[in-house]
């Protein structure tokens, strides 16, 4: 099932990050808990995993862009 990932909520004041470094690209797959990409926030360089395993399909927040919480980063199949 395809399934797209947002930018994750890490702390109450947090607004917006930066997608530092990709850890996959599209067509590799990953397992629950590995790392898929690293972001940061003004107060924090932090690692994202994987919520379950799957396949990366697609990436929609590029190394370098700084999105709001809630947008969607990748796409995944589960």
């Excluded at 990932?5 to 690209?25: D, I, S, Y």
Aim: charged content about 25%; hydrophobic content about 40%.
């Amino acid at each position: 099932m395809k399934v797209s990932l947002k930018l994750p909520l890490f702390g109450m004041n947090m607004e917006e990050a930066t997608v530092v470094k990709w850890h996959r690209q599209p067509g590799e797959s990953f397992r629950k808990g590995e790392p898929l990409y690293e972001i940061e926030t003004e107060k924090v360089t932090q690692e994202v995993e994987a919520p379950c395993d799957g396949t990366l399909l697609e990436i929609a927040a590029a190394e370098g862009s700084t999105i709001p919480v809630g947008a969607a980063v990748c796409s995944i199949e589960t």
